[in-house]
């Protein structure tokens, strides 16, 4: 399972990555691994307004459907589309290609609010 570490984590298994004014965000390896073959990713509304811990989509595998929490407070700007036509680019990749969400930022992510890669594998190891 990989833990980049250059980026920020929220408990519930999403990543924030800062570049520029904006904050790209996806799921983690460890949540593609326990939800299995994605097969439908529910993208939030460019414009929308999100907050750090609140819920913004959704991914749907053969095994369960799951949330997904913000790790971060903004606006939407950008969604991943090829998430339509393409979910499983979430397994494949979930740090690059399957990113899910860029926000413009109301407060760059941090690490009192986040984990970083030490402390998300901590918490990882705790379950």
């Known amino acids: 399972m990989k833990i980049p570490e250059n980026l920020l984590y929220h ?7 800062v570049e520029g004014g904006l904050c790209v965000v996806g799921i983690t390896d460890f949540a593609q691994q326990e ?25 749907e595998s053969a095994k369960s459907v799951s949330d997904l929490f913000s790790p971060l407070s903004g606006e939407v700007a950008e969604v991943n589309s090829a998430l339509l036509d393409s979910p499983e680019m979430i397994n494949d990749d ?3 290609e399957g990113w899910v969400m860029k ?9 009192g609010a986040l984990l970083d890669s030490e ?6 190891a705790d379950k």
């Open 35 to 59: 939800l299995g073959d994605v097969i439908f990713v529910e993208l939030p509304d460019v414009g929308k307004m999100v907050k750090t811990g609140g819920v913004f989509g959704s991914v």
């Open 119 to 124: 402390g998300y594998a901590a918490a990882l």
């Open 103 to 111: 926000v413009k930022f109301t407060e760059p992510p941090s690490k």
């Open 94 to 96: 979930p740090y690059g």
């Open 11 to 17: 408990p519930e298994h999403t990543w924030a990555r």
